[in-house]
């Protein structure tokens, strides 16, 4: 869903569900935090240029604004996103990222967020 904070609040989304997981270690749980998680991967790779976060994205027919840029990464043909991410932003990634190393560490996902760090 397009937002202007995407990269904040699911970061912050991200980080309570993987310690509701270190909490109850319920299946629930840690499907939320991959789900959410699978999100922050998106909006990395949306720009397809390495280490360029997307502040949000729009997929194929979602509404965006016009100054949105079209992806060129393999796998996301249609999709929009919004280029000016700020230092808040990056906050979302980063509070997530340590927290899915550390608490989903025998996760696959465990060495994706070391490789978007």
Known sequence: HACDSNCLWT?????AEAFRFAVTQTAAAKNATLFYFGA??????ITAI???IARSA???GEPHAANWEQSKAAGYEGWYWQA???SDQITGHM????IIIRLLKDDPAAEDAAQLI
Do not use: I, R
């Open 95 to 98: 509070l997530a990222f340590p």
């Open 40 to 45: 922050l991967k998106l909006l990395n790779k």
């Open 58 to 60: 729009s997929a194929p």
């Open 11 to 15: 970061g912050t989304v991200v980080a």
């Open 50 to 52: 390495p280490g360029l």
């Open 84 to 86: 000016n991410v700020s």
